[in-house]
């Protein structure tokens, strides 16, 4: 069975890929996935590292306005139907988002917390696809925090990253001889292995498509990783490395 340490963070994706391979009654990567997520925005489950649920509504607003309407508490709410000349109803699919004000710097978690839920509630939908990839690959979480949730939800609690029971035999002691203990062998010290040089030169020429306009922030979270990975030349997995690295940058600017 795969076993993580529980000193190590994990992104939601890896969570979900783990959880999935020992689920019973067995659950989907997706499924599982989208629970987490779902968590997350709804402040049930707290991250150790990435960007914050309220980075990611500023970068919405910013960047994602022309597809998700914004609603400012205390304006006539946004149009969401429409009569169509037929005598059918044309209907947006996509969530209203309230937001205390048309400031972003301005925003606090609490003002944000009805729309917080309303992506919670929307995002199995795919109505978020814009940032997903930060939600999904960029943000960590340690194994407090996920057993915390595990207990609370009720789940059964997953083995891939759990510290090994306490009840284990422990080993029997050393030998000893005249001289006393005897000394464990001196192991060969590891050599470190070279330098990401594709990670580096890959985030690089990504950072500056998105820098310069080549590729704009839209199309760098929507293009395919097997798309960027025929492209650079380099694993998927690089891709997604340089991808979740470059859009955390690029929404903390």
């Known amino acids: 069975m795969l076993r993580r340490s529980p000193e190590k963070s994990l992104t939601l994706f890896q969570i979900a890929d783990d959880w999935s391979r020992e ?12 629970e987490l997520v779902t968590a997350w925005w709804r402040g049930e489950l707290h991250a150790g590292n990435g960007p914050t649920r309220l980075k990611l509504l500023r970068a919405l607003f910013k960047t994602g306005r022309a597809e998700i309407p914004f609603w400012v508490k205390g304006d006539d709410a946004p149009q969401t139907s429409w009569e169509l000349a037929d005598g059918g109803v044309e209907v947006l699919l996509v969530p209203v988002l309230p937001i205390p004000s048309t400031q972003p710097e301005a925003w606090t978690d609490e003002e944000c917390g009805a729309a917080y839920e309303a992506i919670a509630e929307h995002w199995r939908d795919g109505c978020f696809d814009l ?24 789940h059964t609690p997953p083995e891939f990253w759990r510290r090994p029971q306490s009840n284990v035999l422990s080993p029997a002691p050393a030998p000893a001889v005249a001289s006393g203990l005897l000394q464990p062998p001196k192991l060969p010290s590891r050599q470190r292995g070279p330098a990401p040089v594709k990670f580096t030169r890959v985030k690089a020429a990504m950072y500056e498509e998105a820098k310069s306009g080549k590729m704009n922030i839209q199309e760098l979270m929507s293009v395919s ?23 955390a940058e690029i929404v903390g600017d």
């Open 23 to 34: 689920i019973q009654p067995a659950r989907s990567l997706d499924e599982l996935l989208n």
């Open 131 to 154: 940032i997903s990839p930060l939600v999904s690959g960029g943000i960590s979480f340690f194994e407090p925090s996920f057993a915390q949730w595990i207990t609370a939800c009720g």
């Open 225 to 247: 990783e097997d798309a960027l990975s025929a492209r650079h030349g380099v694993s998927r997995d690089t891709i997604r490395k340089a991808r979740n690295a470059i859009l």
